[in-house]
Structures are given as structure tokens and as C-alpha cells.
């Protein structure tokens, strides 16, 4: 904990009296925050004995080596997992640009609507996609429909949050020149703001994409579809390498679309 | 469409590469999106979707979501502390993992020498491995070795966060402006000197606003660790969803609400300060 104290001491006079005790108060708090917290979760250092070790050695022993003859019930089920991103990212890609328009300070001159839009925004993406899955599985039943419309909303709010300050960053004088030479808010739109934000947004949507992939991958433990039941399944019947083999295939899936999505986001901007 | 084309700059020859380049694009998009529809159509079953028993469905669960059940208040209360307390312990011991494999992992700490280089691309590659797990995955493995128990989900929260941590502090590092650390170095100091008054000052808040920013993110994940019992508030609404009990469920979206969006003011207005 106190590994980052000893940057406190600078030459004399430079920090004021005051604030040097105000930091020490901080360190202090967060210390003391960090003990309490830490007794509340069970979690103190005291826990990484012998035992502890010798368990995770243990489970990690009887996870390895990963059982591959596992691997071809694997495939369909990845599939899907990487369909319901690629249709939930399409969805919030068409959706989001209405409501990046109307978040962004620059185009929604109306501030009733820039404000609502905003909190919209801040709301949506506070509530994690997991727990939007158990909801939706209440309200549509298990399959993947209910995890398809929580990635959905999950990543439109991401997706429109991050285009709402591109579209907030553009370059003014092509919005009011054509505004000046007659045009309405559609053609502005169209030929001042969507040439200007469609790398950036070809970017995050692939970004988003990446989010979704995680995302699906644990989906299926609330039965919303996916690779995550597969997991679970192995797990609940303590066939740990088989799970093993799920989360390898899992890794290198997501090592792979990272690898390429990156590739192409350099490549765009 | 113009009348006055004198008044425009003259049209640009049409690129036949980039026309290909994107048609070549829009077909790729358009495909993977296809196959995407075509694979999950059957799964998808619209009918049942949006048959009637859905419709009925939602008219009773919508309205219940709203009637918030607050007979459990107090333990709602109590799991969103320990929500807080795995989220707040986990990136605590992941912010301090970090600052070491920071420094492995920074170029200009590890010199140009060969045990140096071979250093930097081992942990850069552990980091990489790190940050791709979700940290829910991590939590299974914990879950499934020490049992459910919300160290488990401190475990996973601080080796998920390590990554990311990791990879900042390391860049972090590598902008420090070195002419500070050759000064001390000329005037002799040892290389703990050099480390106390020439680094850490330079990048200390920029490694608390790193973790800062993390800790909101372990906030919301923490949240769901409970779906598999790694503790934390995502037990409960488990439970309460398989009870139907939509009000309940209601309230804790609500404080997952509040909560998250308070630590996320609080934590910009502290980062705000501090760079």
C-alpha cells in the first residue's frame, strides 16, 4: 500500500503545508478503506497461504490439459456467439446515429433534447449487460433473442456516447456554410457531418464489436445464448478440462478478432 | 442537380481503386451480416418471440419493474456495499501489482540490453494475455477452486485488472522525460534515488487517475460477478429474476443505477483535479 508514499517528498516549500496534509489524509483514507473493504470481502493478504495455492494449483492441475476431442461441440455454439455480436454491433451501429446526433451539443440545438438524451446515454451504459440479460430472459423467455437485445442495448449506449463527442469535435465551418448557403438540418447532416465522423465511426463500431465478443462469450450463463452455457455446463459437471477447452477456443477467438479489428481501425483513421 | 456548375470546383475523376476498395468492404460487411442472420434465424424463433404469450408477459413484468419491491432494501444495500468492497479491494491490488509489471514493461526502464528486451516483450505478452480474459471467466476459475465466496471475485477483479493497469502504467512510464533521470544519474545518485526523484513524481498522478478510471469500470463488472457467486449484488437479482420477483428486481437495477453513475462524478471530478 505504501509503495507510492515516497513520492511525496519534493524540496522544501514547494508543496504548502496544507496540502501536504491534505494528501496524507487521502493516502490515509484510502488505506484505511482499503483494510476495511478488505476485511468486508475476506479478502486480506493473510489468504494467499499454502492452502490457497495448493487449491489453485490443484484446480488448475485438473483443468489441464485442456480436452480437445471436445473441441467440434464448440463450433456451432461459437458461431452463434459471434453471429449475436455481429448482428447486435449492426443494430447499435443503425441506431446510435440518431441518438448521437441528438446528444451531441453542436447539432441538437434544442437543450431540452441534448439534456434528455445525454442522461439517456449515462443511464444506459451504468446498467452492465449481463444484468440487462436477466432481464431480458425474464421478459422473452431463454434463446438468443433476449441476449442479441442486451448486447444491443448494452453497446448503443458505448456506441452512441463515443459518436456523440466525435460528432461534438467536428469542424464547424462546413456545418454553417452550409447552413449559410440554404441548407436544412437533413442536408447538413448528410453533407457536412457524415463525411466528417464515418472513419471514426467505422472505427468504434469495430471497437463496440470487440466489447460485444466478451460480452457473449458469458452471456449464456443467464441463458441468453451462446458460448457461456457451454462453460457452465462443464463446469457444473465438474468436466474441467472440457471447460478448459472452451475458454482456450474462447481466448484465441477473441486474440484473433482483436488482432484483426485493430488492424483495420489503424488502417482507418 | 446544380445550375450553376460554374460556380463548383470541378468534379474529381473518379477513383476506381477506392470504388473497389469499397464495394469490396460493403460486400464483406453485408455477407458477415447475412451469415450472421442466417445463423441465428432459426434460433431466434420469431414466432415465439412475439407471440402472444410474450405480449402478456411483458404487460405484467413492465409494470412490476416500476412497483419497487423495497421488502429487502437493507440487504440490496448491504450486497452493493460488498459489490463496492470486491470492486474497491480487487483494483487496490491490481493498482499496486501493476506499478512493477509498469515498469517491466516500459522500454526506456529496461535498456537496450538482451535480458532487458526479453523482459519487456514477456510481460507485454502476459499483459495482452491478461487483458483479453473476461473477468468473469477469471471468476468461474476462482469460483470452481476456493468456492463461491466474494474473494473469488476480488481475485478476479485484480488479475483482470492488472492487464489494462499494466499496459497504462507501462506507456506512462515510457513519456517520462528522461533528461531528469540522467541529471541524477550524473550526480550520483543511486538508482533508488533515481526512482524516488526522478520517476515516481512524474508519473504517480497519472497512475492514480489510470486506477481511478479502472476502479469505475471493476464497479460494473463486479456487479455481475454474483451471476456465477463470486459475490456482490448480482446474486441477488439472479435469485429474484428466477422468483419473478420484478419488483425487486427493479430496485436493484435502480441502485446499480445510482450507484455506478455517483461513482463515475465522483471519480471524474477526482481526475479532473489530479491531472
Known amino acids: ?28 483514507g484510502v488505506a484505511a478503506l482499503y483494510l476495511l473493504s478488505s476485511i468486508h470481502t475476506n479478502a486480506s493478504l493473510l489468504r494467499f497461504d499454502g ?21 467440434p461441440a464448440i463450433w456451432p455454439k461459437l458461431a452463434e456467439t459471434i453471429q449475436m455480436a455481429v448482428l447486435a454491433t449492426a443494430l447499435a451501429a443503425i441506431f446510435c446515429i440518431p441518438l448521437c446526433l441528438g446528444a451531441a451539443e453542436n447539432i441538437a440545438n434544442n437543450k431540452w433534447i441534448y439534456n434528455t438524451m445525454r442522461t439517456f446515454l449515462n443511464v444506459m451504459r451504468t446498467i452492465p449487460e449481463l444484468i440487462l440479460a436477466v432481464l431480458f430472459v425474464g421478459l422473452f423467455g431463454i434463446g438468443v433473442f433476449s441476449g442479441v437485445l442486451a448486447l444491443f442495448i448494452f453497446s448503443l449506449g458505448i456506441l452512441a456516447k463515443l459518436m456523440s463527442e466525435t460528432v461534438e469535435g467536428i469542424d464547424k465551418t462546413q456545418l454553417e456554410a452550409i447552413e449559410a448557403s440554404g441548407g436544412n438540418k437533413l442536408q447538413v447532416i448528410w453533407y457536412a457531418v457524415l463525411p466528417q465522423i464515418l472513419p471514426q465511426f467505422a472505427s468504434f463500431s469495430l471497437y463496440v464489436f470487440e466489447i460485444n465478443i466478451r460480452a457473449s462469450v458469458v ?13 457452465q455446463q462443464q463446469i457444473n459437471f465438474l468436466n474441467y478440462p472440457a471447460a478448459m477447452a472452451v475458454v482456450m477456443v474462447i481466448f484465441f477467438v477473441v486474440i484473433l478478432i482483436d488482432f484483426i479489428s485493430n488492424r483495420i481501425r489503424e488502417a482507418l483513421l | 442537380m446544380n445550375q450553376q456548375p460554374y460556380l463548383l470546383p470541378p468534379r474529381r475523376k473518379r477513383n476506381v481503386k ?143 485488472s492488472t492487464g489494462m493497469l499494466g499496459k497504462l502504467f507501462g506507456e506512462t512510464i515510457e513519456t517520462v522525460d528522461m533528461s531528469l533521470v540522467e541529471t541524477m544519474q550524473a550526480n550520483g545518485a543511486t538508482r533508488i534515488q533515481v526512482l524516488f526523484y526522478a520517476i515516481l513524481p512524474q508519473v504517480v498522478p497519472e497512475f492514480l487517475s489510470y486506477a481511478m478510471y479502472r476502479f469505475e469500470i471493476d464497479v460494473r463488472a463486479s456487479t455481475i460477478l454474483g451471476v456465477i457467486g463470486a459475490g456482490g449484488i448480482g446474486t441477488l437479482i439472479v435469485i429474484s429474476a428466477a422468483n419473478r420477483n420484478w419488483g425487486e428486481v427493479g430496485l436493484i437495477v435502480l441502485c446499480i443505477i445510482v450507484v455506478v453513475t455517483v461513482i463515475d462524478y465522483l471519480s471524474a471530478y477526482a481526475r479532473k483535479k489530479l491531472v
Open chain 1, 1 to 28: 500500500m505504501n509503495q507510492q508514499k515516497p513520492s511525496l517528498p519534493k524540496a522544501p516549500g514547494l508543496v504548502s503545508q496544507r496540502k501536504r496534509t491534505i494528501t496524507i489524509f487521502i493516502w490515509v
Open chain 1, 51 to 71: 492452502e490457497f495455492f495448493s487449491n489453485v494449483g490443484r484446480m488448475i492441475g485438473q483443468m489441464w490439459p485442456p480436452q480437445m476431442q471436445y473441441a
Open chain 1, 219 to 231: 452471456l449464456g450463463f443467464v441463458g441468453a445464448g451462446g458460448i457461456g452455457l457451454l462453460i
Open chain 2, 18 to 160: 477506392a470504388l473497389l476498395h469499397k464495394c469490396f468492404w460493403t460486400l464483406l460487411l453485408v455477407s458477415l451480416i447475412g451469415w450472421s442472420m442466417q445463423g441465428i434465424a432459426d434460433e431466434l424463433n420469431a414466432e415465439r418471440v412475439f407471440s402472444m404469450r410474450t405480449i402478456e408477459r411483458a404487460q405484467t413484468v413492465i409494470p412490476q419493474l416500476f412497483q419497487l419491491n423495497g421488502d429487502q432494501f437493507f440487504r440490496i444495500v448491504g450486497l452493493i456495499v460488498e459489490t463496492l468492497a470486491i470492486a474497491f479491494t480487487g483494483c487496490i491490488m491490481a493498482a499496486i501489482l501493476a506499478v512493477p509489471l509498469g515498469f517491466f514493461t516500459a522500454k526506456n526502464m529496461m535498456g537496450n540490453t538482451l535480458i532487458g528486451r526479453i523482459t519487456h516483450a514477456f510481460f507485454k505478452l502476459w499483459l495482452n494475455a491478461t487483458r483479453t480474459f473476461p473477468e468473469i471467466l477469471l471468476a468461474l476459475i476462482f469460483v470452481a477452486s476456493i468456492g463461491p465466496s466474494p474473494f473469488a471475485g476480488v481475485l478476479a477483479i485484480a488479475i483482470g
